[in-house]
């Protein structure tokens, strides 16, 4: 397992301490999930701008109906 230092200020320390207390997590827990989580975010976020181009360059739409015959859930 790789170790990776961060360098905090005195009031980010703290700050992050106390959120870490408050969850009953571990600082390593806690700055690993918040960047995994900002990671996804930053990939849904051009996930969705990429098929929101996709649609404006060709609209289509489907009704619940044609959704569920075409998944075979009807």
């Not at 609209?59 to 859930?73: A, C, F």
Request: hydrophobic share 35%; aromatic share 6%.
């Amino acid at each position: 397992m790789a170790v990776t230092s961060v360098r905090l200020t005195e009031e980010e320390s703290g700050l992050i301490r106390s959120y870490c207390a408050i969850h009953g997590i571990s600082m390593s827990d806690a700055l690993k999930r918040a960047l995994i989580e900002r990671i996804e975010d930053e990939f849904d976020l051009a996930e969705f701008e990429s098929a929101k181009k996709r649609y404006e360059e060709k609209p289509v739409s489907y009704s619940l109906e044609e959704v569920r015959k075409e998944l075979g859930l009807k």
